[in-house]
């Protein structure tokens, strides 16, 4: 760019470019107090019951559903690849993982269709899905995304700090997250923070000596999810409900949520992360969490202004 061009550009703008004093100046899009996320929650209604698991498969309970009456949905479906967590490579307690993980015995690329296909119908105009995926099958999920006109807004990177060791190739220490949409101009997006990357760096949770089932998604993770694309009040789907953690950060976060899981050994577990934690919890007005970047960019301002 040439500095006639860039004079050209400077004045177009109204006002003159300073490093940083967007950063500093960052408020949430949306927030709520904990008094206005509590009265949300409790005022929101629905045709049917939610805060409830059902122990079934989760694509005909889907189609059970009303049309256009989800906010959001997260789905963290298995991989496809017969795993149990069970192997030593996986350094766990195998007696301390739940019997009856189910793998799926069809098709990928069917199985994707199928209960991906059922999203389209459920999601509110306003509504967005995240995906997550291993990249053995991610090809058999984008397909099916594609074939059901879901949007990708964005493809996230989890990364995390395990991974099984590997001989001739690199470690997989990520997962993919598919950000999706049902209409890219209608979907609801809170920019909670002011620079909010495509890679999230949050470490796997253990509970050592407890009851699981085979994979559980950090409740970090899921809050993230839930925090830019939903508000108190709002319900959440999760198809494959696992340990329940979907269910405890939208109890703990004044979301409401539903949910499906094959595996009936798994309801006392599911049951007891959900006695652990009242409503609300976990929630913190967005206004009072602390973005690094913000936070510097406001001490080089009062350092500007001598405060």
Same mark, same amino acid.
């Not at 993230?224 to 494959?240: E, H, K, N, Y």
């Not at 696992?242 to 409401?256: E, F, I, Q």
């Given at each position: 760019?040439?500095?006639?061009?860039?004079?050209?550009?400077?004045?177009?703008?109204?006002?003159?470019?300073?490093?940083?004093?967007?950063?500093?100046?960052?408020?949430?899009?949306?927030?709520?107090?904990?008094?206005?996320?509590?009265?949300?929650?409790?005022?929101?209604?629905?045709?049917?019951?939610v !805060?409830?698991?059902?122990?079934? !498969?989760c694509?005909?309970?889907?189609?059970?559903?009303?049309?256009?009456?989800?906010?959001?949905?997260?789905?963290?479906?298995?991989?496809?690849?017969?795993?149990?967590?069970?192997?030593?490579?996986?350094?766990?307690?195998?007696?301390?993982?739940?019997?009856?993980?189910?793998?799926?015995?069809?098709?990928?690329?069917?199985?994707?269709?199928?209960?991906?296909?059922?999203?389209?119908?459920?999601?509110?105009?306003?509504?967005s899905?995240?995906?997550?995926?291993?990249?053995?099958?991610?090809?058999?999920?984008?397909?099916?995304?594609?074939?059901?006109?879901?949007?990708?807004?964005?493809?996230?990177?989890?990364?995390?700090?395990?991974? %099984?060791?590997?001989?001739?190739?690199?470690?997989?220490?990520?997962?993919?997250?598919?950000?999706?949409?049902?209409?890219?101009k209608?979907?609801?997006f809170?920019?909670?923070?002011?620079?909010?990357? !495509?890679?999230?760096?949050?470490?796997?949770?253990?509970?050592?000596?407890?009851?699981?089932?085979?994979?559980?998604?950090?409740?970090?993770?899921?809050?993230?999810?839930?925090?830019?694309?939903?508000f108190?009040?709002?319900?959440?789907?999760?198809?494959?409900?696992?340990?329940?953690?979907?269910?405890?950060?939208?109890?703990?976060?004044?979301?409401?949520?539903?949910?499906?899981?094959?595996?009936? !050994?798994?309801?006392?577990?599911?049951?007891?992360?959900?006695?652990?934690?009242?409503?609300?919890?976990?929630?913190?007005?967005?206004?009072?969490?602390?973005?690094?970047? %913000?936070?510097?960019?406001?001490? &080089?301002?009062?350092? &500007?202004?001598?405060?």
């Amino acid at each position: 760019m040439t500095k006639e061009s860039r004079r050209e550009k400077t004045r177009k703008r109204k006002k003159p470019y300073v490093p940083h004093m967007a950063a500093a100046r960052f408020r949430p899009q949306f927030d709520w107090t904990r008094e206005d996320a509590l009265r949300e929650y409790q005022m929101a209604e629905f045709p049917f019951e939610v !805060d409830t698991v059902h122990y079934m !498969d989760c694509i005909n309970g889907m189609r059970e559903l009303p049309d256009e009456c989800i906010d959001v949905v997260i789905a963290d479906p298995p991989f496809g690849i017969a795993f149990n967590g069970k192997g030593s490579l996986y350094n766990r307690n195998e007696q301390l993982v739940v019997e009856g993980y189910h793998e799926i015995d069809e098709d990928y690329r069917e199985f994707s269709e199928r209960w991906i296909g059922e999203i389209p119908r459920v999601l509110k105009p306003t509504g967005s899905a995240w995906i997550f995926s291993g990249w053995t099958n991610l090809v058999d999920i984008l397909n099916a995304v594609r074939l059901h006109n879901l949007t990708v807004i964005n493809h996230v990177i989890w990364k995390y700090q395990f991974g %099984v060791f590997t001989r001739r190739k690199f470690v997989t220490s990520h997962y993919h997250l598919l950000f999706l949409v049902k209409d890219s101009k209608k979907y609801y997006f809170n920019k909670i923070e002011h620079y909010p990357l !495509d890679v999230w760096e949050i470490n796997r949770t253990y509970r050592k000596g407890e009851l699981k089932n085979s994979t559980k998604l950090p409740e970090e993770l899921v809050m993230r999810c839930i925090d830019f694309t939903s508000f108190p009040g709002a319900l959440v789907l999760d198809p494959f409900m696992g340990n329940g953690t979907t269910a405890v950060v939208c109890k703990g976060s004044y979301r409401h949520y539903i949910g499906y899981e094959i595996n009936k !050994d798994m309801r006392d577990i599911i049951e007891h992360n959900l006695k652990q934690i009242e409503a609300g919890d976990l929630y913190t007005p967005y206004s009072e969490r602390k973005e690094e970047l %913000v936070e510097r960019a406001k001490e &080089k301002f009062k350092k &500007k202004r001598g405060e």
